[in-house]
């Protein structure tokens, strides 16, 4: 562990009062140390490093300054520090918030004409295990704030025992960008999900998400996609490349975040949703076939995600096909570096290889498309090949595609190899287990989303719906008005199809209003507390679909 060090800053709290905010502050790693890792990493294991997790030890009450609000209600406030980093997390080893209390994270203040602002997160994040990690907060310093009303009811737990140190593939917008990466994101050839070459895939986009990892020191990259099972009960299944995870310590499953609906607005956007995020997945079954790059088998790995999702996020469990037949067609759907949500397109059928493992992978070759030429990087290994019926055949594993190279092959391990074949493992540990609970025999299986239905997730699923409505909704000239707007925002909505709720975001893609829709009748929205910019207004259906606008405040 580096060394550490403490300070005192003097701040003003709200212009009224100064307080004494504590500083903890740890050694920042060698960068260039952590680039040559990095580089060795997609050389030798095909993980994608992102950031390394630096050893704390600290109590946040032992540390943070107390004060009481005119409520009644008490605030702590805790600085922590590194020297030097474009952004940082906070692990905790006790973790467990009272109802009735919140923790947030802020950038340090000053730092941004706009203060990031992460949370605030509740009892709803606690876990019997204890262990809790942050998300990405910019800058090399962050204030923790930790609020709990009069009336909460037992003790909070928050000790630290790591600080997340990111040096690349952050993707932050605008002057969160420390690093001044591309402002595209991953390489410029990829195809965001939301250009046309997504229109038939919107099931399918809602599946994939994005898997940061913590494992051994090193915080790490990788894609995944929700699967259904034959019970269609909705089990929150997660489907990914062993390789990405192989060497996680029994305590490090539940830090895992896994992200949804990363994506931007529109194609080749400058703005995307970011805060749909569970912490923690139950490890379940793997493939147990990865030294290193040389994999002895077909490199699956199946999670469940701990927490429950919300059904607003529209988690999609996708369906699968364990048949071995050859696609003749399809798509990938990824988070590369992990960056936003992109597919890449193959229209030749897809061929047996053995440049693993002797008949465990399919050899995939990329199409140029309507957009771009899509290919895969460092970031989309265990994201899911979809075939021409919109079923997963595979999960990648790695290749040789990218950019400057667009028609090299990538590899996906086979499902079939995954459902029964040859892999280093006991007869229980293969996926059919898992995925077919029910011991149906089945081979096949659609998708579905989460529905009222009295089987939750079954064939019959909402996901014809949400296409008929996504249509409408892409379709049909809504309007917000007056556009720019000073105080209200007035739709203009036909009632053909059943609203649901209206959401707001800023140029972040940070939530910052949310109304329900009652009835048939969209409410004017009240805007008048935010100030003058740019923002999105998203509609969502009664069945899930959403479609989003661009509006502008002045004054």
Same mark, same amino acid.
């Given at each position: 562990?580096?060394?550490?060090?403490?300070?005192? $800053?003097?701040?003003?709290?709200?212009?009224?009062?100064?307080?004494?905010?504590?500083?903890?502050?740890?050694?920042?790693?060698?960068?260039?140390?952590?680039?040559?890792?990095?580089?060795?990493?997609?050389?030798?294991?095909?993980?994608?490093?992102?950031?390394?997790?630096?050893? #704390?030890?600290?109590?946040?009450?032992?540390?943070?300054?107390?004060?009481?609000?005119?409520?009644?209600?008490?605030?702590?406030?805790?600085?922590?520090?590194?020297?030097? /980093?474009?952004?940082?997390?906070?692990?905790?080893?006790?973790?467990?918030?009272?109802?009735?209390?919140?923790?947030?994270?802020?950038?340090?203040?000053?730092?941004?004409?706009?203060?990031?602002?992460?949370?605030?997160?509740?009892?709803? %994040?606690?876990?019997?295990?204890?262990?809790?990690?942050?998300?990405?907060?910019?800058?090399?310093?962050?204030?923790?704030?930790?609020?709990?009303?009069?009336?909460?009811?037992?003790?909070?737990?928050?000790?630290?025992?790591?600080?997340?140190?990111?040096?690349?593939?952050?993707? $932050?917008?605008?002057?969160?960008?420390?690093?001044?990466?591309?402002?595209?994101?991953?390489?410029?050839?990829?195809?965001?999900?939301?250009?046309?070459?997504?229109?038939?895939?919107?099931?399918?986009?809602? #599946?994939?998400?994005?898997?940061?990892?913590?494992?051994?020191?090193?915080?790490?990259?990788?894609?995944?996609?929700?699967?259904?099972?034959?019970?269609?009960?909705?089990?929150?299944?997660? $489907?990914?490349?062993?390789?990405?995870?192989?060497?996680? /310590?029994?305590? %490090?499953?539940?830090?895992?975040?896994?992200?949804?609906?990363?994506?931007?607005?529109?194609?080749?956007?400058?703005?995307?949703?970011?805060?749909?995020?569970?912490?923690?997945?139950?490890?379940?079954?793997?493939?147990?076939?990865?030294?290193?790059?040389?994999?002895?088998?077909?490199?699956?790995?199946?999670?469940?995600?701990?927490?429950?999702?919300?059904?607003?996020?529209?988690?999609?469990? *996708?369906?699968?096909?364990?048949?071995?037949?050859?696609?003749?067609?399809?798509?990938?759907?990824?988070?590369?570096?992990?960056?936003?949500?992109?597919?890449?397109?193959?229209?030749?059928?897809?061929?047996?290889?053995?440049?693993?493992?002797?008949?465990?992978?399919?050899?995939?070759?990329?199409?140029?498309?309507?957009?771009?030429?899509?290919?895969?990087?460092?970031?989309?290994?265990?994201?899911?090949?979809?075939?021409?019926?919109?079923?997963?055949?595979?999960?990648?594993?790695?290749?040789?595609?990218?950019?400057?190279?667009?028609? *090299?092959?990538?590899?996906?391990?086979?499902?079939?190899?995954?459902?029964?074949?040859?892999?280093?493992?006991?007869?229980?540990?293969?996926?059919?287990?898992?995925?077919?609970?029910?011991?149906?025999?089945?081979?096949?299986?659609?998708?579905?989303?989460?529905?009222?239905?009295?089987?939750?997730?079954?064939?019959?699923?909402?996901?014809?719906?949400?296409?008929? %409505?996504? %249509?409408?909704?892409?379709?049909?000239?809504?309007?917000?008005?007056?556009?720019?707007?000073?105080?209200?925002?007035?739709?203009?909505?036909?009632?053909?199809?059943?609203?649901?709720? $209206?959401?707001?975001?800023?140029?972040?893609?940070?939530?910052?209003?949310?109304?329900?829709?009652?009835?048939?009748?969209?409410?004017?929205?009240?805007?008048?507390?935010?100030?003058?910019?740019?923002?999105?207004?998203?509609?969502?259906?009664?069945?899930?679909?959403?479609?989003?606008?661009?509006?502008?405040?002045?004054?």
């Amino acid at each position: 562990m580096g060394m550490m060090f403490f300070a005192i $800053l003097n701040a003003q709290s709200q212009g009224e009062r100064q307080i004494e905010i504590p500083l903890l502050e740890l050694e920042s790693p060698n960068v260039e140390q952590l680039w040559a890792r990095a580089f060795w990493h997609e050389e030798h294991t095909g993980k994608t490093l992102q950031g390394e997790i630096l050893e #704390a030890d600290w109590d946040f009450f032992d540390h943070a300054t107390q004060s009481t609000l005119p409520n009644g209600d008490s605030v702590w406030k805790l600085r922590i520090r590194v020297q030097g /980093a474009p952004a940082l997390c906070a692990y905790f080893n006790e973790f467990h918030l009272p109802i009735g209390s919140t923790l947030s994270f802020e950038s340090e203040t000053g730092r941004f004409e706009v203060p990031y602002k992460e949370g605030p997160f509740d009892f709803s %994040e606690n876990n019997d295990h204890g262990q809790w990690v942050s998300g990405e907060i910019p800058g090399d310093e962050f204030i923790m704030v930790y609020e709990q009303s009069q009336e909460a009811v037992g003790d909070a737990q928050l000790h630290l025992n790591g600080i997340g140190f990111f040096f690349r593939n952050l993707w $932050l917008d605008g002057e969160y960008d420390l690093l001044a990466e591309n402002n595209r994101g991953s390489d410029p050839c990829q195809v965001d999900v939301m250009c046309p070459e997504g229109e038939g895939w919107l099931c399918q986009r809602d #599946a994939v998400v994005r898997l940061r990892i913590s494992m051994g020191g090193g915080i790490y990259l990788c894609s995944g996609a929700m699967v259904n099972n034959t019970a269609q009960d909705c089990r929150q299944l997660l $489907l990914s490349s062993f390789h990405c995870a192989d060497d996680m /310590a029994e305590n %490090e499953w539940a830090l895992m975040k896994v992200r949804f609906n990363y994506e931007y607005f529109e194609c080749d956007g400058a703005s995307s949703f970011n805060s749909h995020v569970r912490t923690g997945v139950y490890f379940l079954t793997s493939s147990d076939d990865a030294v290193g790059n040389n994999i002895n088998g077909s490199d699956f790995l199946l999670l469940e995600v701990e927490d429950p999702i919300f059904d607003s996020w529209t988690p999609f469990y *996708a369906g699968w096909d364990v048949t071995g037949l050859s696609p003749t067609e399809g798509v990938g759907i990824h988070h590369p570096s992990g960056d936003r949500k992109k597919i890449s397109t193959f229209t030749t059928t897809a061929t047996n290889s053995s440049v693993y493992h002797p008949g465990a992978h399919w050899r995939v070759y990329w199409q140029e498309t309507e957009t771009n030429h899509g290919v895969t990087e460092g970031g989309s290994s265990g994201s899911p090949l979809f075939d021409q019926n919109q079923r997963i055949v595979g999960t990648l594993t790695g290749g040789a595609s990218f950019c400057d190279s667009p028609n *090299a092959p990538d590899y996906y391990g086979k499902m079939s190899y995954h459902w029964d074949g040859n892999n280093p493992i006991t007869e229980q540990e293969k996926l059919y287990n898992f995925l077919d609970p029910l011991e149906t025999g089945q081979e096949i299986l659609d998708g579905s989303y989460v529905t009222e239905l009295e089987v939750p997730c079954a064939e019959q699923s909402i996901c014809g719906v949400v296409d008929i %409505e996504e %249509e409408w909704l892409v379709s049909n000239d809504w309007k917000i008005r007056p556009n720019p707007a000073q105080s209200h925002l007035y739709i203009d909505w036909s009632g053909e199809i059943q609203a649901d709720q $209206l959401r707001i975001y800023d140029q972040m893609g940070r939530q910052v209003g949310r109304h329900n829709v009652f009835g048939m009748r969209v409410p004017d929205v009240d805007v008048s507390g935010l100030v003058p910019g740019f923002y999105y207004l998203t509609l969502e259906t009664e069945h899930g679909a959403t479609a989003t606008r661009q509006f502008i405040i002045e004054r």
